[in-house]
């Protein structure tokens, strides 16, 4: 399994079955799952490994990427692909942005940005596809990649790049420009070979706003408490854990559901634990 997502409850008005979750994994399959009575709902392959998923705000599509560079959209309803995104080759006056290499997240703006999916991956670039229009728009270079490391919360862009300076960044979502580097250096698990996996970017009921990364060195967690002082961003850490005994793949908080419940962090580690 390379992506879980669940899908999300639009209420009693929706005569979408409740409790759904769409699952990947790297042999290509797309498989959604009832999660009350366990039963398999629907099947769909892909000639690609499937690395994220993501769902649109409303549940009215998802989408995915992975090794072959390319975004697919889907309808939920019926479980078809509508759209097949991808940057064309060569530099030139036509030449349209896209990404040259693999593709290891996917991140919906929700209701900022009811158009616009975020992906990440081994080129550097964190790509804006507007799906109206069909193709990517615009990017940021940068950020190297490596796992579902991408997160969005009201106009900010948390990434988590495999590399051992400056890993854990935000960036502002209009302009595309770099807003600061979270100093991942902070606490007791700290050394110079941080090599990010995964992030998750958070607004609490109290209206704070978190940011965490988690990866292989030295295979720990941390969060910040993330705060705009006069237009200059600030950052204390608010926890850690570290010492495990293998990195650490995926993250994620129950407070990115709703934004009302107490926070609570899971991680999923090399060694299978959670």
């Known amino acids: 399994i390379t992506s879980i997502r669940f899908r999300p409850d639009l209420g009693l008005n929706s005569k979408r079955s409740k409790n759904v979750i769409l699952v990947s994994d790297a042999g290509g399959t797309l498989n959604h799952w009832h999660i009350t009575s366990g039963k398999k709902l629907s099947s769909i392959f892909i000639e690609t490994d499937i690395y994220s998923v993501d769902y649109k705000s409303d549940a009215s599509k998802f989408a995915t990427v992975g090794k072959d560079h390319c975004v697919r959209l889907f309808d939920e309803d019926t479980r078809k692909e509508i759209s097949k995104m991808k940057g064309s080759s060569g530099y030139g006056h036509d030449s349209i942005s896209g990404h040259s290499n693999r593709v290891f997240t996917i991140k919906h703006c929700g209701s900022f940005d009811e158009n616009i999916f975020l992906t990440g991956g081994w080129d550097k670039t ?52 770099l807003i600061d580097s979270l100093n991942w250096n ?89």
């Open 126 to 177: 964190v790509q804006f596809w507007d799906i109206r229009v069909g193709h990517s728009i615009r990017s940021i270079y940068g950020p190297n990649i490596s796992g579902e490391a991408l997160d969005f919360c009201d106009g900010n862009i948390l990434t988590a790049s495999y590399r051992p300076k400056n890993p854990l960044e935000m960036w502002d979502f209009h302009t595309g420009k």
């Open 186 to 274: 902070k606490g007791k698990y700290s050394n110079d070979h941080s090599l990010l996996y995964a992030a998750r970017l958070w607004k609490s009921g109290d209206g704070e706003v978190y940011a965490a990364g988690a990866g292989l060195g030295p295979k720990s967690a941390k969060v910040f408490r993330v705060s705009n002082n006069c237009g200059e961003m600030e950052c204390s850490l608010v926890g850690d854990i570290g010492g495990l005994s293998r990195a650490v793949f995926s993250m994620d908080c129950s407070a990115c559901l709703d934004g009302e419940r107490d926070s609570m962090i899971a991680l999923g580690c090399g060694d299978g634990l959670i």
